[in-house]
């Protein structure tokens, strides 16, 4: 499988999960803050990272602009280890959405999608490592990459706010 190609299918399949979550992530809010047993979900527990669906929005175009430029260097480059990392990561987080759907036995933002594309992504990753990669390569891109994503999930949630203003901001200018 090319690197291109490679990259196109997980940039399409990022994209209609992230769009999964953008949609359903403040009606689950809503519906749900109130309820003991979510107290812990990761969306309710984090809602004041989670200010308006604009605000969701954009953190998600931050990370999209981020997967597009790090797989247009894997296509430039020729790296499709690093390509497979960034589909190992988001296969990853789609677990984590898949565990939330088991756990609370209902749809959670993200979980449909998550278990729409989960087999998609375990069938790629399948095909991908039929043809020869570098081992300590592929994982060396990944171990980088899991502690970039994670520090730069963490920096959008602490911006939030400032994110939520500065949205404000500009909706009123017009």
């Not at 399948?126 to 920096?155: G, H, K």
Request: a neutral charge; proline letters at 3%; glycine letters at 2%.
């Amino acid at each position: 499988m090319s690197t291109s190609f490679l990259s196109f299918i997980i940039l399409s399949l990022f994209m209609l999960h992230e769009l999964d979550e953008i949609i359903f992530i403040q009606p689950w809010i809503l519906q749900n803050q109130a309820n003991k047993r979510y107290l812990k979900e990761m969306f309710i527990a984090g809602k004041n990272h989670y200010l308006s669906t604009e605000n969701i929005a954009l953190m998600i175009a931050e990370e999209f602009l981020l997967a597009f430029l790090l797989l247009l260097l894997a296509i430039i480059f020729e790296i499709p280890e690093l390509a497979l990392a960034i589909v190992f990561c988001h296969t990853i987080h789609l677990l984590i959405h898949i565990i939330q759907v088991i756990k609370f036995c209902r749809w959670v933002p993200g979980g449909f999608s998550a278990l729409a594309t989960f087999p998609i992504l375990l069938l790629v990753f399948y095909n991908v490592v039929q043809e020869p990669i570098s081992w300590p390569l592929f994982t060396f891109f990944t171990v980088i990459l899991m502690v970039f994503l994670i520090v730069n999930l963490a920096f959008l949630h602490r911006k939030a706010k400032k994110l939520e203003t500065w949205i404000y901001k500009i909706s009123k200018a017009d």
